[in-house]
Structure formats: structure tokens, C-alpha cells
């Protein structure tokens, strides 16, 4: 099984950060193929706590190849910023390659000017975007108006498509928001200092890559954001402006679907959401609350309290279908810990009728009542079990139950935030 992609199978948020770092001990490249910095992917590794935005999440380990591939938009500032954070502690040193694509779209100051304004003009039916630009970095990208990181190092063709693309956002800016126009040269000044240091990291990443397939290597494609959150197949409009699901991983780094060996769901042992948007099985009482506090459930880029709720096996079933899922991975298991009851949905009420498909109009979805399987709670810590038959018994049932109602194993347990806290069946790569 020489490549493996890894994707949130909920609203993000689900540890992917923490399983790929995991994995990626036994790859040879890792490569983010979506989203930019949108993202935050946490690892906790020596007590150290290290939240990715864009660099893979395999960096930590030596002699890797991390790449960021073409699907995904780069804010030329946060990379550098996390290149000098991770130089500083120690890593990226000879032994361990960071790569990022000429194709990958590059995220300019009006994108994020863009962003705001237009979350701002919404008032209550705002999206909560993470403000980074995201959108219309993405927008631009299928206007084909962009900037690559490749026209960042050819200053003529740079200078030139930033004014047909800035006279644009302007436009919009000034006309159409109310706000100021934004100046040409300030981001040119900036964007070129952002370039010639980036450039020793710019390539041709697809050939990079086929090198690397050919020879036998293994890779291991890390998702960003989640299932749910997928531009086509999430709660739309209440998505990112991506492509999140593991196919993405194709397109979003220039290989074949031949390539891809398995494909893991990551989701915690609950749901979570940060932003706005339909959530079935939210709870806004004191179970809520407890989730919030004792899974720390506060965003990793921009510090929101995650909205929490139940494990929804309707929207994971989507999960499985859409991603061809063919492993799960559970975390946060050790945040459930204490409850007398657990629930699982397991079905949907809509308009007096039982449903168990995810309803693709988000307005049905912010309709549904749960239909929920209650199951009994456990009183022991687990964090310290490494092996899944010292679990519990109520664990235990938990997970079988979970690996019923899905129809697919699942392969790792996460039982607290640092690597070791894992208990894993299966390696992919083995
Ligand atoms: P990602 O975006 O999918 O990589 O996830 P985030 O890093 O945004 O959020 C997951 C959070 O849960 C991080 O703070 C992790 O350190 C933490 N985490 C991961 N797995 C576990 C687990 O099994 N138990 C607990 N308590 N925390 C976990
Ligand atoms: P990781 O990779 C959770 C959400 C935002 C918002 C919506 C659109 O850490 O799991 P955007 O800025 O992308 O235009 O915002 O998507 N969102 C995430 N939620 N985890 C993420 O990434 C997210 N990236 C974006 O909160 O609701
Ligand atoms: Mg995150």
C-alpha cells in the first residue's frame, strides 16, 4: 500500500494533525493537497504543543519530504513564519525537504480584505470564515485571475498580474464594501521580499513526487478542514472553498486515483463545529459545555469556541461514501470519560419521517431532530491504555457499535492529545 490519504470525516478539527504525525513515521513524503491556513493541525509531541498551518504535519520527523501541492493556497507570510518557528526549534534542518508547488495559488492582502468585507455585509447569515483569505484566494483561482508561487519569482509577469487582479478586488473594495482601495505598490514591495526568500522552496513538485512513486516511497496525503466542509459535498453554503474530500488529494498534488491505497476517516468520539451552519446533534445545555471544556474545544487558528455536540453517524456514513473510506480513526476518546450516558446518532427526524441519508440542502439538515442510541458511560480513565482489548467494556462497545453503524474499521484510537496516547491496530504503510 504505497500512498495513504488521511481527511477529516466530520467539521474539522477531528486530530488529523495528530494521526498524520503519527503515520508519518513510517512514510517518505507527506503532502498537503487543499485548503491554506484555514487550517490548524496540532501535534504534541516531547510535551511540546506545535500547530501547523501549512507546513505538512510530518515535518517533525527527520529525513522526510513535506510538500505542499498545487491545490493548496499559500499565504506567503504564514509559511515563512512557520519555516522560522520550526529553523528555531530545531527541525528542518539537511535531512528533512519542504517543498512547495509553482502551480499552488498564492493568497493576496486583498483576498483577505475581501474575506472580511464580505463576512461582515452578511450580518447573521455569515459563514465564520476562519478570515484568511480563503475564498476568494480560491475564487480568483477559478476566475483565472490568480497569482501562483511561481509568478512570484518572475517579477514582470508578477508585477503585471497583480494590478489586473487588484484593479478588480479594488473595485470591489471601494464600490461595493465601503472600504478603501488598497495600494499596488506596498504589496509588490512585500510579496517580492516574500519571494526571494520562498524561492529555494518553489518547485516542480508533481515530477518530485512521480520520483518518488516510482521508486516504491510511500506517501501520505494529509486533508485539511473536513468532510462536512467539502465545497461540493458539505453543507453548502456553510462550507470552505475547497475540495476536502480524499479525490482532492489527486488533483490537489498531480497524481492518479491508481496511486492511492487506502484512505482514513479521522473523526473524534464526538462532533464539533466552528463557524456558522447546520449541526444536528449540537448540544447547547451543560453536556455541551462539558465537551467544550474538557476536549478544549477551542479553534487552533483562530481561538473560537467550538460549537459541540454527539457523534453523528448519519453525516459519517456521507463520510465513508464520499471519501471510499477504508479505515476510521476515533481521538478524543478520553473526553467522554465521566458521562453516565453516550449517544450516537443513528438517524434523522424530518417532517415526521425517519431518515438515515445526510440531506444535501442545508436548510433540511438545520431541520432534523436526531434520533439518537443512548449507551452506557464509563467512570475509568483511559489515557493510559495502549491496547484495545484493556479498554473498558462500555469503550469498547462504544467503538463496535461505531464500527457497525459504518461499516468500516476502525484501525486507531486516540486516547489523548500527545503521540504515545494512541492505541493503533493497523498501520497503513505495514
Ligand atoms: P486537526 O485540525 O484535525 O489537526 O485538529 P486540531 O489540531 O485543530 O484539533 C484537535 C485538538 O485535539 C488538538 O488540540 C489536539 O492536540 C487534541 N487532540 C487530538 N487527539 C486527542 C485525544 O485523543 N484526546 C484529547 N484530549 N485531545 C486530543
Ligand atoms: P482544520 O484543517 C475547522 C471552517 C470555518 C468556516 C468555514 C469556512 O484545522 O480541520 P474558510 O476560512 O475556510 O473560508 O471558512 O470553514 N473551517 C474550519 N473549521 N477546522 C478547519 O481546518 C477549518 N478550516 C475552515 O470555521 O466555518
Ligand atoms: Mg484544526
Keep these: 500500500m504505497p500512498s495513504v490519504v488521511i481527511v477529516g470525516a466530520q467539521w474539522g478539527d477531528e486530530g488529523k494533525g495528530k494521526v498524520v504525525d503519527i503515520f508519518a513515521g513510517s512514510a517518505d513524503v507527506v503532502v498537503r493537497f487543499q485548503g491554506g491556513n484555514n487550517a490548524g493541525h496540532t501535534i504534541v509531541a516531547d510535551a511540546k504543543k506545535i500547530i501547523f498551518h501549512l507546513v505538512p504535519s510530518g515535518v517533525l520527523h527527520r529525513g522526510k519530504t513535506c510538500i505542499i501541492g498545487c491545490g493548496v493556497v499559500v499565504d506567503p507570510e504564514v509559511l515563512l513564519g512557520e519555516i522560522d518557528a520550526l529553523k528555531a526549534a530545531g527541525h528542518l534542518g539537511e535531512a528533512t525537504r519542504l517543498l512547495v508547488s509553482e502551480n499552488a495559488h498564492v493568497i493576496m492582502p486583498w483576498h483577505k480584505a475581501l474575506d472580511q468585507a464580505r463576512e461582515e455585509s452578511k450580518g447573521k447569515h455569515k459563514i465564520g470564515t476562519t478570515m484568511?483569505?480563503?475564498?476568494?484566494?480560491?475564487?480568483?483561482?477559478?476566475?483565472?485571475?490568480?497569482?501562483?508561487?511561481?509568478?512570484?519569482?518572475?517579477?514582470?509577469?508578477?508585477?503585471?498580474?497583480?494590478?489586473e487582479s487588484l484593479d478588480e478586488a479594488n473595485f470591489?473594495?471601494?464600490?461595493?464594501?465601503?472600504?478603501?482601495?488598497?495600494?499596488?505598490?506596498?504589496?509588490?514591495?512585500?510579496?517580492?521580499?516574500?519571494?526571494?526568500?520562498?524561492?529555494?522552496?518553489?518547485?516542480?513538485?508533481?515530477?518530485?513526487?512521480?520520483?518518488?512513486?516510482?521508486?516504491?516511497?510511500?506517501?501520505?496525503?494529509?486533508?485539511?478542514?473536513?468532510?462536512?466542509?467539502?465545497?461540493d459535498h458539505g453543507t453548502y453554503p456553510y462550507v470552505t472553498s475547497s475540495s476536502t474530500v480524499a479525490g482532492s488529494a489527486?488533483?490537489?498534488?498531480?497524481?492518479?486515483?491508481?496511486?492511492?491505497?487506502?484512505?482514513?476517516?479521522i473523526s473524534k468520539a464526538y462532533t464539533t463545529r466552528v463557524g456558522g451552519g447546520p449541526f444536528p446533534t449540537?448540544?447547547?445545555?451543560?453536556?455541551?459545555?462539558?465537551?467544550?471544556?474538557?476536549?478544549?474545544?477551542f479553534g487552533s487558528t483562530t481561538g473560537r469556541a467550538r460549537r459541540c455536540g454527539w457523534l453523528d453517524v448519519v453525516?459519517?456514513?456521507?463520510?465513508?461514501?464520499?471519501?471510499?473510506?477504508?479505515?476510521?480513526?476515533?481521538?478524543?476518546?478520553?473526553?467522554?470519560?465521566g458521562l453516565k450516558k453516550v449517544k450516537i446518532c443513528t438517524a434523522y427526524r424530518l417532517k415526521g419521517k425517519t431518515i438515515t441519508?445526510?440531506?444535501?440542502?442545508?436548510?433540511?439538515?438545520?431541520?432534523?431532530?436526531?434520533?439518537?442510541?443512548?449507551?452506557?458511560?464509563?467512570?475509568?480513565?483511559?489515557?493510559?491504555?495502549?491496547?484495545?482489548?484493556?479498554?473498558?467494556?462500555?469503550?469498547?462497545?462504544?467503538?463496535?457499535?461505531?464500527?457497525?453503524?459504518?461499516?468500516?474499521?476502525?484501525?486507531?484510537?486516540?486516547?489523548?492529545?500527545?503521540?504515545?496516547?494512541?492505541?493503533?491496530?493497523?498501520?497503513?504503510?505495514?
Design 132 to 163: 484568511r483569505g480563503i475564498g476568494p484566494a480560491y475564487e480568483e483561482k477559478a476566475g483565472r485571475r490568480g497569482i501562483r508561487m511561481g509568478d512570484l519569482l518572475r517579477k514582470k509577469a508578477f508585477l503585471g498580474r497583480l494590478r
Design 172 to 231: 470591489m473594495l471601494e464600490h461595493r464594501f465601503g472600504r478603501k482601495p488598497l495600494r499596488a505598490q506596498e504589496i509588490a514591495d512585500a510579496y517580492l521580499a516574500h519571494a526571494a526568500r520562498l524561492s529555494e522552496y518553489v518547485a516542480d513538485t508533481t515530477v518530485v513526487l512521480h520520483d518518488f512513486l516510482k521508486k516504491g516511497r510511500r506517501v501520505l496525503f494529509e486533508g485539511a478542514q473536513g468532510t462536512l466542509l467539502d465545497v
Design 250 to 265: 489527486c488533483a490537489g498534488s498531480g497524481v492518479g486515483p491508481t496511486v492511492i491505497g487506502g484512505v482514513i476517516g
Design 282 to 297: 449540537e448540544l447547547s445545555d451543560d453536556t455541551g459545555d462539558l465537551l467544550r471544556e474538557k476536549g478544549a474545544e
Design 315 to 337: 453525516a459519517l456514513r456521507r463520510a465513508v461514501l464520499v471519501n471510499g473510506l477504508t479505515d476510521v480513526a476515533i481521538t478524543k476518546l478520553d473526553v467522554l470519560q
Design 357 to 430: 441519508e445526510f440531506p444535501a440542502d442545508s436548510e433540511a439538515l438545520a431541520a432534523c431532530e436526531p434520533v439518537y442510541d443512548e449507551m452506557e458511560g464509563w467512570k475509568d480513565d483511559i489515557r493510559d491504555v495502549r491496547l484495545m482489548e484493556d479498554l473498558p467494556r462500555p469503550v469498547q462497545k462504544y467503538l463496535k457499535k461505531v464500527e457497525t453503524l459504518l461499516d468500516v474499521p476502525v484501525n486507531l484510537v486516540s486516547v489523548g492529545p500527545a503521540r504515545q496516547e494512541t492505541i493503533i491496530t493497523k498501520n497503513p504503510f505495514r
